[in-house]
């Protein structure tokens, strides 16, 4: 293709991980590159792809330029016509280049129908003779794990992101785009940092939510003003509240309050101040441009119009966005995420019967329902599960409320976490102290980023999680959940071994098959902790054997460290 194929190669699969990996690791994200000749020329290949084992034949695209045609004969925009002989002309090469982009795609899908991977097309750069695009594949039932929008255009003409992820597709697309312009880059093909793109992505994406109010003025700038609502304090308070979302006549809004003139929302002092009258029930009404007061959601709503959302202040710097009651996107210190659940209930079921070997699925439902209830709690809280609750109470009976053993609901643990300190249970649900404040000395394990709440958490367990066993659930103040002792994921030795084989198989091959080596090589990696003395000198002698034969007719491959076993590691983390 051109001299620069494999580094850009190699430098946009990196930084698709980067990017991607820090939304979800699950991702996968894989890279890949097409180059179509679009001279005349004999002594070029009509089709170049890299890396050559990128996992689609070359002979797949034999009949590419001929469906481009087809389909560059039937696009709609053909039938338009500019007066202006140059934009009639940049009007017929955006048509030719989307035919290529679309014909590509189509391809792929035919040539990986029911594969595990969605793929994602950049539109091309002309280099030395080629159109070079870009692809993306990122694993479906990773993204179809997320709450997705239907509409992608709003007034059936302009564009709009469904969703976060679909957003940061996009913008890590460009860049792929912008990357190839510029050949001479030495180290990095995309100049921006992932902080630096995802937030360009929150930004595009925050365009479908302004959207859906119906003004113009206020398409552009809701990221920026919420990021600096969320930022203010008034009278020393932090802003908590609801911003809705939609226009001011919509059927399910009825307003209680109204403003005799509206505020505008990039007048972020007054917002702030405003943001104080809002509740659970009486909720800011916008349209994206102005404020015209507060209000109330009414009705049932029609989800698939998208034609209302919800900004949630929920602390200091933090905010998120709700659709139909889904989060669809949450921002921290201006940093944006995907929304995760809070507790993931099937670790939490494999931890309390690692942790506690007689516990029954009766008792942890009973647990996990009462966790759950307890992440309401505003102020955050914390529950000390315990096999020694009864003495340990007696012990830290000065500095705790010891009460009579009391059966926890869900109906009254809220009640009980409104105080400081922890709440002293055993397994069977039953409450023995409240407020408790937990002694333990200082452990080099403690986090100084975190609070004294999960500090003393770390303290309490490293003194005498020897003695017996037990799990302390730190709910914080925005709801999420620390697990101590954190035990890692147990996983199948099989997972190990199948992959140990597949690395023997591909160093038996002349040529290294890069598509299929990278994926196992990052997940040795990635789970290092589960290997063993004997299964890591093992990989780390095939790698090298492998990275011999990769180096040899390359200029450029990624640099590895030799693995290395976990002394923490055990066989109680195989299932």
């Not at 997320?146 to 709009?160: A, C, E, M, N, V």
């Amino acid at each position: 293709m051109w001299g620069y194929q494999q580094h850009f190669q190699l430098s946009l699969q990196v930084e698709a991980e980067q990017l991607f990996n820090n939304l979800d690791s699950k991702f996968e994200p894989r890279v890949f590159l097409i180059g179509v000749l679009t001279e005349k020329n004999d002594n070029r290949h009509p089709i170049c792809l890299e890396p050559e084992d990128c996992g689609y034949r070359v002979e797949s695209f034999s009949t590419l330029k001929e469906l481009a045609k087809e389909l560059k004969e039937v696009d709609e925009e053909s039938r338009i016509f500019h007066s202006h002989p140059v934009a009639q002309e940049k009007h017929l090469q955006r048509i030719n280049i989307k035919a290529y982009k679309d014909a590509i795609e189509k391809i792929l899908k035919k040539e990986d129908l029911y594969g595990n991977f969605e793929k994602f097309i950049s539109f091309p750069t002309y280099i030395e003779g080629f159109l070079v695009f870009a692809v993306l594949e990122l694993r479906k039932e990773t993204l179809n794990s997320y709450y997705t929008l239907s509409k992608d255009k709003f007034q059936d003409r302009f564009k709009i992101s469904r969703s976060f992820i679909e957003s940061t597709i996009d913008i890590f697309l460009k860049e792929c785009t912008i990357a190839f312009k510029d050949p001479d880059k030495a180290i990095s093909a995309i100049e921006r940092s992932s902080d630096e793109l995802l937030k360009e992505s929150a930004k595009q994406f925050m365009y479908t939510i302004s959207q859906a109010g119906g003004n113009f003025e206020g398409l552009h700038g809701l990221y920026e003003s919420c990021n600096a609502i969320s930022a203010l304090k008034y009278e020393g308070e932090e802003g908590l509240g609801k911003l809705v979302i939609a226009p001011k006549d919509h059927i399910n809004i009825r307003l209680s309050l109204e403003l005799e003139e509206p505020i505008r929302v990039n007048n972020f002092r007054k917002v702030r101040k405003f943001l104080e009258l809002s509740n659970s029930d009486s909720l800011i009404i916008s349209d994206s441009a102005v404020i015209y007061g507060l209000g109330e959601i009414i009705g049932k709503y029609n989800p698939k119009s998208e034609s209302l959302f919800v900004i949630n202040f929920t602390n200091h710097y933090k905010y998120e966005i709700l659709h139909d009651n889904n989060q669809i996107l949450n921002v921290e210190y201006r940093l944006p995420y995907l929304p995760k659940d809070k507790i993931d209930r099937e670790k939490f079921y494999d931890d309390f019967s690692r942790i506690f070997k007689l516990i029954t699925k009766k008792q942890i439902n009973e647990l996990w329902d009462l966790t759950l209830q307890a992440t309401e709690q505003k102020h955050g809280t914390m529950l000390v599960i315990s096999e020694n609750a009864i003495a340990e109470a007696k012990r830290l009976g000065k500095q705790s409320f010891a009460l009579k053993p009391l059966k926890l609901t869900p109906k009254i643990i809220n009640q009980i976490t409104s105080i400081d300190g922890s709440v002293m249970m055993d397994i069977d649900s039953t409450c023995h102290a409240i407020g408790v404040i937990l002694d333990g000395l200082a452990t080099e394990k403690g986090d100084s980023s975190r609070g004294a709440r999960y500090n003393s958490a770390i303290r309490y367990y490293e003194n005498f999680a020897t003695e017996f066993s037990m799990a302390i659930v730190i709910i914080s103040e925005d709801g999420m959940i620390d697990i101590i002792p954190k035990l890692k994921p147990r996983i199948k030795h099989s997972e190990i071994s199948d992959r140990l084989n597949e690395l023997k198989s591909l160093n038996s091959l002349e040529k290294v098959e890069r598509k299929k080596y990278y994926p196992i090589i990052n997940w040795f990696e990635s789970n290092q902790f589960y290997l063993t003395d004997d299964e890591c000198d093992k990989i780390n002698k095939l790698r090298k054997e492998i990275e011999k034969k990769e180096a040899e007719p390359a200029s450029t491959w990624v640099v590895r460290k030799d693995l290395v076993s976990n002394d923490e590691m055990n066989d109680s983390y195989y299932k």
